[in-house]
C-alpha cells in the first residue's frame, strides 16, 4: 500500500501573489507549516508579483521565525500568474514543486 511506503523526498511550496491581504497570507503559511510534516517540507516561496500594497511586517516576521525557510521573491514588474510561478518554480530547492493559489487554507 502507497501510504506505508518510506519516501524520502522534499518538497517545495510555490505561492505567488498581487496585492494579497496579509491576513490571508498569514492563514495560507499557518496552514502549511503546522499540517505538513517537516521531514518533507524543503521549503515555501512566495512570489511577490510586483505589489503595490507592502505585505506587513507580521508576515515577514513570521517567515524569518519558522523552522521551515520561507524565501520571499518580489518581482519589479508584473509578470502575471504564470510567469511568476514559473520564476518561483525555477528557483524551488526541492525535488517536488507543488503550486497553490495565495487566498486558501490547507487541510
Avoid: C
Avoid at 495560507?28 to 521531514?39: D, E, F, M, Q, Y
Amino acid at each position: 500500500d502507497y501510504l506505508d511506503r518510506n519516501y524520502d523526498v522534499t518538497v517545495s511550496i510555490v505561492i505567488t501573489f498581487h496585492n494579497e491581504l496579509s491576513v490571508l497570507l498569514m492563514r495560507l503559511l499557518t496552514t502549511i507549516v503546522h499540517r505538513t510534516n517537516p521531514k518533507y517540507l524543503e521549503e515555501i516561496v512566495l512570489i511577490d508579483d510586483a505589489s503595490t500594497l507592502d505585505i506587513t511586517e507580521e508576515v515577514k516576521t513570521y517567515a524569518r521565525e519558522q523552522r521551515i525557510p520561507i524565501r520571499l521573491i518580489y518581482n519589479d514588474i508584473r509578470l502575471g500568474v504564470p510567469n511568476s510561478r514559473l520564476k518561483g518554480i525555477v528557483a524551488a530547492k526541492g525535488e517536488i514543486v507543488v503550486v497553490l493559489d495565495s487566498h486558501m487554507e490547507v487541510n
